[in-house]
């Protein structure tokens, strides 16, 4: 939330808002751990490490429930 209202503010501020929606992930840093500080050095590594290759597009995020639990059946993607 906080970039989407810095991106808002600084576009009004500058004249250039127009309305709409706004897509906010990794890559335009719409996303963060809140409290990374309760995770190990090595997990907030790997995390830190994965972010990286998500934002570039190394790794694939499935778009749909579907597509994920096709992708990993051992998954339980049914929300039971």
């Known amino acids: 939330v906080d970039v989407a209202v810095q ?16 897509h906010y992930d990794l890559s335009r840093q719409g996303v963060d751990l809140v409290l990374p500080g ?14 990286t290759k998500l934002a570039a597009g ?4 499935p778009d749909s429930l579907a597509v994920l639990a096709e992708k990993y059946p051992e998954l339980d993607v049914s929300g039971k």
Not at 58 to 61: G, M
């Open 7 to 22: 991106d808002i503010v600084r576009d009004y501020a500058d004249g250039s808002f127009t309305a709409g929606a706004r």
């Open 38 to 51: 309760l995770l190990s050095e090595k997990t907030q590594t790997s995390i830190q490490n994965n972010k």
């Open 58 to 61: 190394e790794i694939a995020v």
